[in-house]
């Protein structure tokens, strides 16, 4: 019989057999990491169950101290009587139309304001800039707050559209900012031969460069959407005199003070609570392939 010949091809080395693949030893130190995060995690998690238990559990057990946990009775009617009878479904649409401005006019004007300022060099730049980054370190939203409110309720925008604009300008520089990092890391190829075919800067910056901001697009879109939704202060201030224009994180605290028995009910608040959370998580998992490459293409190209 004659010996088969293993040939091997040059540039690659044979792969090594499968017992010592298998035999691998695993790292004390990767073991210990691995330990430190699933603890971590189920720290993290553990308010979020404990909310999701209580939500449907009786009343008087979350009042009682020897009260366990788990419910001895599942009591899901918490999450119907929330939606209907706290008028949680007008607080969540009021959510919804105002967190969806705020998304929409933020990735358009910080898309374009990120883009004119990477690709061009205006007049007076540098103390523009100045500027935004100094407002991002003096916290000057409760102060201006009250200002704002007077300013659009002089405008006519005391509405969900004025709750849109105000949270729209307390989010909109953080991200200017990081689209003109990425956009300082693409190329300018494709840009310089659309103006050479007529394209004027609207027109490159719409039809070539915004397709090619898809991953931090997507990452401001998460960033704003949670920032808008989960947004407590300005909501509150514009619906002090029009509780019609709470938003659902509004409504959630207003229903521990709006019971009309004495007594707080806290499994239909964490009910509300834990349905406010359900837009986050679902953008989040349709976003997340473009979160992480985002965010650090924005934080570290430029």
């Not at 603890?39 to 101290?65: C, K, N, T, W």
């Given at each position: 019989?004659?010996?088969?010949?293993?040939?091997?091809?040059?540039?690659?080395?044979?792969?090594?057999?499968?017992?010592?693949?298998?035999?691998?030893?695993?790292?004390?130190?990767?073991?210990?990491?691995?330990?430190?995060?699933?603890?971590?995690?189920?720290?993290?998690?553990?308010?979020?169950?404990?909310?999701?238990?209580?939500?449907?559990?009786?009343?008087?057990?979350?009042?009682?101290?020897?009260?366990?946990?788990?419910?001895?009775?599942?009591?899901?009617?918490?999450?119907?009587?929330?939606?209907?009878?706290?008028?949680f479904s007008?607080y969540f649409?009021?959510?919804?139309?105002?967190?969806?401005?705020?998304?929409?006019?933020?990735?358009?004007?910080?898309?374009?304001?990120?883009?004119?300022?990477?690709?061009?060099?205006?007049?007076?730049?540098?103390?523009?800039?100045?500027?935004?980054?100094?407002?991002?370190?003096?916290?000057?939203?409760?102060?201006?707050?009250?200002?704002?409110?007077?300013?659009?309720?002089?405008?006519?925008?005391?509405?969900?559209?004025?709750?849109?604009?105000?949270?729209?300008?307390?989010?909109?520089?953080?991200?200017?900012?990081?689209?003109?990092?990425?956009?300082?890391?693409?190329?300018?190829?494709?840009?310089?031969?659309?103006?050479?075919?007529?394209?004027?800067?609207?027109?490159?910056?719409?039809?070539?460069?915004?397709?090619?901001?898809?991953?931090?697009?997507?990452?401001?879109?998460?960033?704003?959407?949670?920032?808008?939704?989960?947004?407590?202060?300005?909501?509150?201030?514009f619906s002090?005199?029009?509780?019609?224009?709470?938003?659902?994180?509004?409504?959630?605290?207003?229903?521990?003070?709006?019971?009309?028995?004495?007594?707080?009910?806290?499994?239909?608040?964490?009910?509300?609570?834990?349905?406010?959370?359900?837009?986050?998580?679902?953008?989040?998992?349709?976003?997340?392939?473009?979160?992480?490459?985002?965010?650090?293409?924005?934080?570290?190209?430029?």
């Open positions: 019989m004659s010996t088969p010949v293993i040939t091997e091809t040059p540039g690659r080395t044979a792969a090594p057999d499968a017992p010592a693949r298998r035999g691998r030893r695993v790292r004390p130190v990767t073991v210990l990491v691995h330990v430190v995060l699933v603890a971590a995690a189920l720290i993290m998690l553990s308010p979020l169950v404990f909310g999701l238990f209580a939500s449907v559990s009786p009343l008087e057990q979350i009042l009682s101290r020897n009260g366990g946990v788990l419910p001895r009775v599942w009591e899901w009617g918490t999450y119907l009587q929330a939606w209907t009878t706290a008028s007008r649409v009021n959510s919804l139309i105002v967190t969806a401005l705020v998304v929409v006019l933020d990735t358009l004007a910080s898309s374009m304001t990120g883009y004119v300022l990477a690709r061009r060099r205006l007049r007076g730049q540098r103390f523009l800039e100045s500027v935004y980054v100094g407002t991002l370190f003096v916290g000057l939203t409760t102060a201006t707050l009250y200002p704002q409110y007077v300013i659009a309720q002089a405008l006519g925008l005391d509405n969900l559209l004025g709750i849109a604009l105000v949270q729209l300008a307390g989010i909109m520089l953080v991200h200017i900012f990081l689209i003109k990092a990425f956009v300082l890391g693409l190329g300018t190829e494709m840009e310089d031969a659309a103006r050479v075919d007529g394209c004027g800067l609207f027109g490159t910056y719409w039809r070539i460069a915004f397709p090619m901001m898809r991953p931090i697009l997507a990452t401001t879109v998460i960033l704003g959407f949670q920032a808008s939704w989960n947004n407590y202060q300005v909501p509150l201030v002090l005199a029009a509780p019609d224009l709470r938003t659902l994180v509004v409504g959630v605290s207003a229903l521990q003070y709006d019971a009309a028995e004495g007594m707080t009910p806290y499994n239909t608040v964490l009910a509300g609570a834990n349905m406010a959370l359900v837009p986050i998580v679902v953008i989040f998992i349709v976003l997340q392939r473009h979160f992480v490459r985002g965010w650090t293409d924005g934080s570290v190209k430029g």
